[in-house]
């Protein structure tokens, strides 16, 4: 006689098992969400229906379920008063405060559930067949396995399932599915620990809600000729898959959080129409597809926490940079960038499909946002190997070390896509001075808009300098011996400003004044350039700034950065520069080029021009320059206003 119900297989003298599994712990932590999000719209993805253009749609829903209605939840209550037994006195601290919590969640009136719908997918297949090689056997029925019967479908359902169990304070899911030729099944999944079964013997620590038959030892899911309330309240009329958190953790705020994961981790999907993600509840309703994606980002502009993903967003959107390169294919791999004087310096890496895989970013002096996105289908089946199993980084350590000639050729072409996005940032972005693979943001490491330039604005800074003592020198001559110490002075330390002192004689150098208007001579064949008096078309203003600082990169190579802060907003801003001497002259520098925004600002007689800047804001400029040698620069802005 079969009977649905929670069923824990015997121990039979097998080893005990706790409640720590790291397959779930690595899911857990602030990404909870993230991981969540991540795994879910993955495998909806990867299952993506065949001979059909419609986009992906994964549903998220948040319902109250009634805890007492349900003989799923009082079943369950019986398991936990096992696991107790089972430990006693002896329970650790991690299965007491599980145990507790799963067993404050049902004596609540509701238990919070979230259920995972996706559509246009193909569902899960084998739950009547029972094949170990399909997907309803590798979401369900078995632990690190990974069954691929497609690279690009239906998912692998390894380590990654284990997901929505971080989210679940009963450590229960269910799986609901209907797939092809309307193969219908309904399965729960619980983790627990060992714990006691009601005949007093002790389980394995994995147990399943299904369809029990123990006289003849037969064991399946809930088929949609059975019975069952709970299973009612999930039916499917359209092929697809549930996935049913059940004691949902995260119900606070959870439309805005899951929105942020599904932004950072499938903004490339969506953009491209692959996925469509609806979010509701009781009181909301949330659509995230291609035509409302920009107002969203633009309603999380003061997140913090989204400023990465919003630039990538418009690095992907509209981007000043777009190249391809081949791996293993022509055209394989796509790559976009954007730069900006606020951006965070991320590069974003995307599957075929449109998931992100993890950031990184290269530290050099330019602001800027990259995607990289691979298009083939051989390289992104070799990266897909590549993946840990939160899929947040390509790692060719992840392939087999026996398989070596898949891992070298994984290496390779991740150095490969790796040294052309270095490539084209050093094509835009003239130096690198560092490569580190981190958080996105880190590389802020060089403050933009610090008053002074050149000198030109009194500081706090320290004069520091060492004083070394010299061997002790004796010397013999016909008067007698002496003994002396020989001092190596490199100065003294003193604070404040030093110009002028004593021990310091250095004087402060002049401020750069605006050169003198040039009055031309009609008769000269070669009239000296710059602003004249008369009637023309064109009105010069000096610009006022808040703030300028100017230091170089590399004197070496002639490049410097340069930071100005102006008051107001110019359109026509043209930038010349000049070195100081010790005599304090100045002499005008020959530019080889001048960077700002990423673009390349053409140079006329001298001037770098003409380019807008915004008021109250950082404007950084990368200059480089004929002469090649550590200077002291000063600079004359000069705004010209057509009339």
């Given amino acids: 006689m079969t009977q649905i119900g929670w069923r824990f297989p015997p121990l039979s003298g097998g080893t005990r098992q706790g409640y720590t599994n790291n397959d779930i712990e690595v899911f857990k932590g602030q990404e909870l969400i993230d991981n969540l999000a991540r795994e879910i719209c993955q495998n909806s993805l990867d299952a993506h229906l065949e001979n059909t253009d419609a986009p992906v749609n994964v549903v998220f829903e948040l319902r109250q379920v009634n805890t007492v209605q349900y003989d799923v939840f009082s079943q369950y209550g019986e398991c936990l008063k096992g696991c107790r037994n089972y430990w006693g006195d002896e329970m650790d601290a991690k299965l007491f405060r599980f145990v507790t919590g799963a067993e404050t969640t049902l004596q609540q009136e509701t238990i919070p559930v979230l259920i995972a719908s996706d559509y246009h997918t193909k569902g899960l297949s ?37 997901a929505p169990f971080a989210c679940s304070s009963l450590s229960m899911v269910f799986y609901n599915t209907l797939a092809e030729d309307n193969e219908s099944a309904f399965i729960g999944v619980a983790r627990l620990a060992t714990l006691l079964n009601s005949d007093g013997k002790p389980t394995q620590r994995v147990g399943k809600y299904q369809n029990n038959d123990e006289e003849n030892e037969t064991w399946k899911p809930i088929f949609d000729t059975d019975t069952n ?29 899951v929105t942020k994961a ?25 659509v995230i597809d291609a035509d409302s994606l920009s107002q969203i980002f633009s309603d999380l502009s003061d997140d913090q926490e989204m400023v990465a993903t919003a630039q990538l967003y418009k690095a992907f959107t509209s981007p000043d940079c777009k190249k391809s390169l081949e791996v293993l294919e022509p055209d394989d791999v ?18 075929a499909t449109g998931m992100l895989v993890g950031t990184y970013f290269k530290r050099i002096f330019q602001h800027y946002a990259a995607v990289v996105i691979v298009r083939g289908q051989k390289l992104g089946e070799l990266l897909k190997d590549t993946e840990p199993p ?5 790692d060719y350590k992840q392939i087999e070390s026996s398989d070596k000639e898949k891992r070298k050729l994984a290496r390779q072409s991740i150095q490969q896509i790796d040294d052309f996005v270095l490539a084209l940032l050093k094509a835009q972005f003239e130096i690198v001075t560092e490569d580190t693979v981190d958080a996105a943001g880190v590389g802020e490491y060089i403050p933009d808009d610090i008053d002074g330039l050149g000198g030109q604005s009194e500081g706090d800074d320290i004069l520091k300098v060492k004083i070394k003592i010299g061997k002790i020198k004796t010397n013999r001559t016909q008067q007698g011996t002496t003994t002396q110490v020989a001092v190596q002075e490199e100065g003294t330390e003193e604070e404040g400003d030093v110009h002028n002192h004593t021990r310091n004689p250095n004087p402060m150098p002049p401020k750069p004044r605006p050169p003198k208007p040039v009055t031309p001579d009609p008769d000269d064949p070669n009239p000296q350039p710059g602003a004249t008096p ?3 078309m064109k009105t010069v203003n000096t610009p006022n700034l808040t703030a ?59 001037k770098a021009g003409p380019m807008k800047v915004d008021a109250d804001t950082a404007a950084m400029f990368f200059v480089k320059f004929v002469k090649k040698e550590k200077m002291k620069l000063s600079l004359h802005l000069t705004e010209v206003v057509k009339k």
Avoid at 390 to 394: I, T
């Fill in 126 to 162: 084998g739950s009547h067949s029972g094949k170990l090689s399909s997907s309803w056997e590798a979401l369900t029925g078995s632990d690190g396995v990974s069954v691929k019967s497609d690279e690009n479908s239906a998912g692998s359902y390894g380590i990654g399932k284990n």
């Fill in 229 to 257: 309330a709970f299973r009612d309240c999930f039916i499917r009329t359209e092929r697809g898959t549930d996935v049913i958190i059940v004691g949902f953790t995260q119900s606070v705020n959870w439309v805005k959080n």
């Fill in 262 to 286: 599904i932004l950072k981790n499938f903004f490339v999907a969506i953009s491209e129409g692959r996925l469509i993600v609806e979010l509701k509840d009781s009181t909301e309703h949330r």
């Fill in 334 to 351: 796509e790559v976009y960038i954007k730069s900006d004087s606020s951006y965070k310096r991320t590069i974003a890496n995307f599957r």
């Fill in 390 to 394: 939160r899929h947040n980084r390509w």
């Fill in 534 to 536: 008369g009637n023309g």
């Fill in 548 to 606: 300028q600082r100017a230091f170089p990169i590399s004197s070496s190579q002639g490049l410097y950065k340069i930071v100005i802060k102006p008051t107001e907003t110019y359109e026509n801003l043209y930038v010349e520069c000049f070195a100081v001497g010790e005599d304090g002259r100045s002499d005008a520098l020959e530019m080889e080029s001048f960077t700002y925004n990423g673009k390349s600002i053409k140079i006329v007689g001298g």
